[in-house]
């Protein structure tokens, strides 16, 4: 088994057609088909179903694709890191839950590069897609966060997905609203206040659970609640229906704009505080690339962590 190989799956797979995957690779078909039939000869596995509208990857082929992208995805990265050539274009993703600072970080880290030089992607979406986003190395880092409710049920995910979190910073919960909301100017909010208030909660999918949701306290009874998928509607629902949600209080200006408060959560014996361990995944044992170590950077300083 080759790198060269291994290259040649990925491109198959990604284009699902032999004929776009020759192109691409700048290699004749019969030279592609024999190197993977030669490649399926060696693993005793056949990668591929070849039919006349393409080819589709087997269940073997499916799950070889994973080990195929991890080993050839760090072959680019440390090319990437220690060689200064290499004609190819360098791909950065990054996924993360709905924050604010994590785009600005993207934003941040991506003015220093020549964009034409390189295929960047940040995907705000639900937890779950943030884990699988990283497993399959759609994206090499994930941006979440840990909570002493939902800590031993991520850390489960994460272990089946071969990812490990890495810290960042610790935050108490706030109550998330616009300037004209009747509590914004509050020193503190408490519970009971929010009760004539709809809570907004982003949307995780039909199979759900309590532990994925991105807003802390998120297995409280609320009177009211309102689901979102994007953070413009959010934002849009806090202005309309003065509605508010509860997160980490670390909100962007530059992005956001100043329409938006952070008030500190008074807890009481019924609805204690919670702790948010705001992190990010990374496939285990893997190095991060050179626009990787920058991103992560580049959150740091915002954050202000040392």
């Not at 693993?43 to 080993?71: C, H, M, P, W």
């Not at 994590?102 to 639900?126: C, L, N, W």
């Not at 849009?236 to 956001?256: A, D, P, R, V």
Request: glycine content about 6%.
């Amino acid at each position: 088994m080759t790198l060269t190989q291994l290259h040649y799956i990925i491109t198959i797979a990604q284009t699902k057609s032999l004929n776009k995957a020759a192109e691409q690779l700048f290699v004749s078909q019969p030279s592609l088909t024999s190197a993977v039939k030669e490649l399926e000869k060696e693993l005793g596995i056949t990668l591929f179903y070849r039919s006349g509208r393409g080819v589709t990857l087997t269940n073997d082929g499916t799950e070889f694709l994973l080990y195929a992208k991890q080993i050839y995805g760090q072959y680019e990265t440390v090319m990437e890191k220690y060689s200064g050539g290499g004609s190819y274009k360098k791909k950065f993703g990054v996924s993360t839950q709905h924050y604010s600072f994590a785009v600005k970080a993207f934003v941040d880290m991506a003015k220093a590069y020549d964009m034409s030089q390189y295929e960047f992607a940040i995907r705000e979406t639900q937890t779950k897609e943030v884990i699988q986003d990283v497993s399959t190395m759609k994206s090499e880092v994930g941006v979440l966060y840990l909570s002493d409710f939902n800590r031993k049920s991520m850390t489960k995910l994460f272990r089946s997905a071969g990812l490990e979190f890495h810290h960042l910073t610790i935050c108490q919960a706030y109550v998330y609203l616009w300037k004209g909301h009747p509590l914004a100017n509050e020193e503190s909010i408490s519970f009971e206040q929010l009760g004539k208030y709809p809570c907004l909660a982003f949307e995780q999918g039909d199979d759900s659970a309590f532990y994925l949701a991105e807003e802390i306290l998120s297995t409280n009874e609320y009177p009211q609640i309102i689901k979102a998928n994007d953070r413009a509607t959010m934002l849009n629902l806090m202005i309309g229906l003065n509605g508010y949600t509860l997160c980490s209080g670390i909100i962007c200006e530059e992005l956001n704009g100043d329409e938006y408060r952070a008030v500190p959560f008074k807890d009481d014996e019924m609805n204690p505080n919670s702790e948010m361990e705001i992190g990010y995944v990374t496939r285990k044992n893997s190095i991060l690339s050179r626009m990787g170590e920058h991103y992560i950077e580049e959150i740091k300083k915002y954050l202000r962590i040392e």
